[in-house]
């Protein structure tokens, strides 16, 4: 029966490096050009995601756990922050009424 | 031997006294502080009495009392040790004896002084640091005492320290020694250097084996000798003894005269065997201390201050000293110190008491005819004068015809130069003593009607001052005389060193000497017959300050421009280049670039600031910059 890195090792590398590129892509570009915070915590999500999943690939290719272990840690650092980062969205609403970025200016020189 | 190991007890006593009267200076009443500050001393003078008593009996004629390792390394040691020898307990006498009576007098010369306390507390202060001087017996200990008597020469010449010329006279006294002490301090060094050790007994042993004339010892004395001419105010150094005159007469009397500035000569008789090695620093000696003798006694015959005639009088008699140490007869230079020591002090003891008697004037011009209001302190200073003047049998004579005598053996040409200095000495002592006790009064009503003779606490001292001056000169008296110079045989041990015996007295023709002894004394008497002609008879009184003069009066009376001409060699290039350091290294170089740093920190940060707009947009967007920046450049330079 084929197991779980085998089923893996079918799809070749270049496959997985290309999807998180893309991804990747998708989340810094969303960073970049959206207002809404909301959508910015997804694209950082979707960045964060992006290396989860080549670090499980390469960990696979390479034979080597230690990859995988790193998603868990990665995954936990990333409940966190979510934790944290919707706490502040919520004051921030409450203080604003909204979510865009850009009123949030006043902290300058 | 019981009062010798009980050595230490005779610096404990002034400083004990110190730490008493400068605790309580405030507190105490004054009758308490002058009585510590005058039994301290007293105490110490009868422990050193019994100290030479000890020494004198014994055959052992040096001891070593060691007291506590002070420095202890593998490299260096330096044992906090005394030596008692011939010359260490007579300058103890000296110092702890005239010590004494300076403080008793000082009671009545300061009584109504605020800074009593102070006064007294400092001037122990000195006493147990010429205490450590005289007593060490290595050189790093003398060291400690000759840096603290300067520093309390500084403290009592700046003792009116309010006055701000009195200031600058007490700041240019320690920047003279300074001078010399570093001469001092780098001979330690080298001396080190050279024997391992600081001890006087190891480093004079060794020496001893030494040839004559060896460039390492040349070195070392060069740079004592150094040292001493800060110390004793030689040329070039002398300037500071004269404006030293700022402080309280008694310290005058006691440090400017008597003690401290006799410190150079102990330390070059202390180090004979170095000196007596190295004749080319002999010679040197000499000639400083001969030109220095006859320069200052050439400023003394025309000043008007009586405290700065006595001064420029003190550098003379320095000079003769030095001139005795430069022709090999140290027991003479010793004898010339404590002959001097006792005349010297007294004269300017009883120069304070005409200052006191004159409500603080010192200008001669203005005194006159004291003789009958002041007959203590007329006698006395009488006595001062004809033993200065080397009249027999007073003790100047004695002490400086020995020293002029192994002059003439040297160079005759020394001689006549000392005796020319002998002649400017009886002159001007004799001026000052007809102008402020002779004819009539020449100051205001109000000091006329306050003159009176001082209290007993001043002229008690003067009195003993004056039996010791007439006397001193016993101790000395040469054979010629039909004496035996106890003191040469009494110091002789101090120029015993191992497989070298140092013998300055090599037997001089008697009539030869008689000759030049009664050159001397009879020039002597001329000169005090002259002045008794012009400043007597002839009522002379010299002119106000800025009336015309010829050359060589204006001269004397300008002391040579010495000042003047430091001030313009050294002063002057000093303070322009002082001033180059300050305007244009210091303000435009380096505040320069300290500002500079900070304003364009500050400028660049204005700039730098507006990118901080507030927009997080932008932030995120610089970040991400900065991310694919730096993967950029990890990229093509791994």
Redesign the interface.
């Known amino acids: 029966m084929e197991t779980v890195s085998q089923s893996i090792q079918g799809i070749p590398l270049n496959h997985y490096i290309l999807l998180s590129a893309i991804i990747f892509t998708i989340g810094v570009i969303g960073v970049l050009i959206r207002r809404n915070a909301i959508i910015i915590f997804m694209s950082v999500e979707l960045m964060l995601n992006a290396v989860n999943l080549l670090l499980t690939a390469f960990s696979v290719y390479w034979g080597d756990a230690s990859g995988q272990v790193f998603v868990f840690f990665i995954m936990a650092l990333a409940a966190a922050e979510v934790a944290i980062g919707l706490a502040i969205l919520t004051m921030i609403y409450r203080n604003t009424n909204s979510t865009d970025i850009n009123i949030l200016n006043r902290l300058k020189w | 031997m019981l009062l010798i190991n009980l050595v230490w007890l005779v610096p404990l006593f002034p400083l004990v006294g110190f730490l008493i009267n400068g605790l309580g200076r405030n507190v105490l009443p004054k009758g308490v502080i002058g009585f510590i500050g005058s039994l301290s001393i007293l105490l110490s003078f009868i422990v050193s009495i019994g100290i030479f008593t000890e020494l004198n009996a014994s055959d052992i004629k040096s001891f070593y009392i060691p007291l506590f390792d002070w420095i202890h390394t593998a490299a260096v040691k330096v044992p906090f040790a005394f030596q008692i020898d011939p010359l260490s307990s007579i300058m103890l006498l000296i110092v702890t004896g005239i010590g004494f009576l300076i403080h008793v007098y000082s009671i009545g010369y300061m009584k109504l002084d605020n800074g009593f306390g102070k006064y007294f507390s400092y001037l122990n202060l000195f006493i147990f640091f010429m205490l450590l001087l005289i007593l060490g017996s290595n050189y790093v200990v003398m060291f400690i005492g000759w840096e603290g008597v300067g520093l309390c020469s500084y403290l009592l010449i700046g003792f009116w320290f309010t006055n701000p010329s009195f200031a600058t006279a007490a700041k240019k006294a320690f920047v003279m020694n300074r001078i010399g002490d570093l001469g001092f301090l780098i001979a330690i060094f080298i001396i080190f250097a050279t024997f391992g050790s600081v001890e006087f007994g190891d480093v004079f042993m060794q020496a001893a084996k030494m040839e004559s004339g060896n460039t390492t010892l040349l070195w070392i004395t060069m740079l004592l000798f150094v040292g001493a001419i800060g110390k004793s105010a030689q040329i070039p150094l002398f300037t500071w003894l004269p404006d030293a005159m700022a402080g309280p007469t008694p310290v005058s009397a006691l440090i400017h005269a008597a003690t401290m500035v006799t410190g150079g000569v102990y330390m070059i008789i202390r180090s004979n065997i170095l000196f007596t090695l190295s004749p080319v620093t002999l010679h040197l000696v000499a000639v400083i201390g001969i030109i220095t003798a006859i320069l200052a006694a050439a400023i003394a015959v025309s000043q008007t201050d009586i405290k700065k005639v006595l001064a420029y009088s003190t550098v003379s008699q320095l000079g003769y000293m030095f001139l005795g140490l430069g022709v090999g007869a140290y027991t003479g230079a010793l004898f010339h110190v404590i002959t001097h020591a006792f005349f010297k002090a007294l004269l300017f003891l009883c120069a304070g008491s005409v200052i006191h008697a004159m409500s603080n004037e010192q200008d001669m011009r203005k005194m006159g005819g004291l003789k009958k209001k002041l007959p203590i302190t007329f006698v006395t200073m009488m006595a001062g004068t004809l033993a200065i003047s080397g009249i027999p049998p007073f003790s100047g004579f004695f002490s400086k015809d020995e020293i002029l005598a192994h002059a003439y053996e040297q160079s005759p040409l020394l001689w006549v130069i000392g005796v020319i200095t002998a002649l400017l000495t009886s002159f001007y002592m004799f001026r000052m003593l007809y102008l402020t006790f002779y004819k009539g009064f020449r100051g205001t009503q109000e000091q006329e009607h306050h003159l009176h003779e001082s209290p007993a606490t001043m002229t008690i001292p003067l009195v003993i001052l004056a039996i010791l001056a007439v006397f001193g000169g016993l101790i000395g008296i040469p054979e010629v005389f039909g004496g035996h110079h106890w003191l040469a045989g009494f110091l002789a041990p101090i120029f015993e060193h191992p497989g070298l015996v140092i013998v300055a007295e090599t037997p001089m023709n008697h009539s030869t000497e008689l000759i030049l002894m009664a050159v001397s004394v009879g020039g002597a008497i001329i000169a005090a017959l002259y002045a008794y002609s012009r400043y007597v008879k002839g009522s002379h009184i010299p002119a106000v300050d800025g009336s015309s003069r010829d050359l060589l009066s204006k001269l004397s009376y300008n002391k040579f421009y010495v000042d003047e001409v430091y001030e313009f060699i050294i002063g002057r290039p000093l303070n322009a280049l002082s001033s180059f350091f300050y305007k244009i290294i210091d303000k435009g170089a380096i505040d320069g670039f300290v500002n500079g740093l900070g304003k364009a920190t500050s400028e660049g940060s204005k700039v730098l600031?507006?990118l901080?707009?507030?927009?997080?947009?932008f932030y995120?967007?610089m970040m991400?910059t900065g991310i694919v920046a730096l993967l950029v450049y990890g990229f093509y330079n791994i």
Do not use: D, E, K
């Open positions: 600031r507006l901080q707009s507030g927009n997080v947009g995120i967007f991400i």
